[in-house]
């Protein structure tokens, strides 16, 4: 595994010319966000030496790096899901990849369902804490102590110092924020109406597919996390509506000039 990823690593860094500082993964809903990066590269996932493919609708599969906001940044357009059917390390292979590159700085990004009675779709949500329901961990098996410790600790998963700066950015700039947990789950069905109930009297605000296997993997390596979730549908709140992807997509796509808005200035002072 380390082998793998000093190879990939190497690959990457063989191609650019500038250090990235900071890495972003792109969910449905930032996707956007590439229109304003001054691409120095972009490398498609199947030209990357122990890339998986991944082949989600809304979802590209490259690898970008150049400038945001006059930040060096590397940017991956379009993430490998667990529901896939890739194991917890081929998801968060890029993460370790990163890391590798010398990369401490992550931002995280997805669409998710809301659950809080006082969100609306298309709302954005800062994540302060998620709760792993996937049910398996990216850490599972031999540790790589190299690497970081057998058991990480993960008592503040998502940056305060972040939390507060997006917060505040976000006053400056006049976008409404919502902060919550987020569950992450397996997928790909969406929740029941029962699901949804059980997840919010658990303790979140937001349900969603990805995002909490890379959290861990990051912490674990010592990088610093900053995560957010666009709203994309209600779940667990009022009469239950039937949630489809061609929606969650709409809604992000409502949401993104905001997310772009907010992503690219929290960069330049992460
Ligand atoms: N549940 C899980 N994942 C999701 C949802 C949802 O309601 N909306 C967008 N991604």
């Known amino acids: 595994m380390l082998e793998k990823i000093k190879e990939t690593a190497q690959f990457l860094e063989s191609r650019i010319t500038t250090k990235p500082e900071v890495a972003i993964v792109l969910g449905s809903g930032l996707g956007g966000l590439v229109k304003h ?3 120095e590269q972009e490398i498609p996932y199947r030209e990357i030496p122990n890339f998986p493919v991944s082949n989600v609708a809304g979802h590209k599969a490259t690898m970008i790096f150049g400038k945001l906001n006059g930040r060096p940044v590397m940017v991956m357009s379009g ?18 990849v990163m890391n590798q590159m010398g990369i401490k700085k992550l931002v995280l990004s997805n669409a998710a369902g809301g659950m809080n009675p006082t969100f609306d779709v298309a709302d954005i949500m800062i994540i302060t804490d998620h709760i792993n329901m996937m049910a398996d961990n ?13 058991f990480p600790d993960m008592s503040e998963a998502y940056s305060k110092r972040w939390v507060k700066l997006a917060k505040k950015i976000g006053e ?3 976008i409404k924020l919502q902060h919550g947990v ?4 397996k997928g790909p069905s969406y929740e029941t109406p029962a699901e949804y109930r059980m997840y919010h009297i658990l303790g979140a ?11 861990i993997v990051a912490r674990f390596l010592g990088m610093e996390v900053f995560a957010l979730s666009v709203i994309t549908d209600l779940g667990g709140v009022g009469p ?8 969650v997509l709409n809604a992000a796509k409502k949401a ?4 772009v808005k907010l992503v690219s200035t929290l960069v330049a002072q992460l």
């Open 138 to 150: 990216p850490l599972l098996g031999p540790n790589i102590d190299e690497l970081g410790p057998r």
């Open 79 to 96: 993430r490998f899901h667990y529901y896939e059917g890739h194991p917890m390390k081929t998801v968060t292979f890029p993460i370790f």
């Open 182 to 185: 987020y569950v992450g789950v």
């Open 205 to 215: 605000d937001a349900v969603g597919m990805s995002t909490v296997p890379e959290t």
């Open 240 to 247: 239950i509506e039937k949630v489809s992807h061609e929606e």
């Open 256 to 259: 993104e000039p905001n997310m």
């Open 37 to 39: 990066i001054d691409i």
């Open 172 to 174: 400056e700039l006049n």
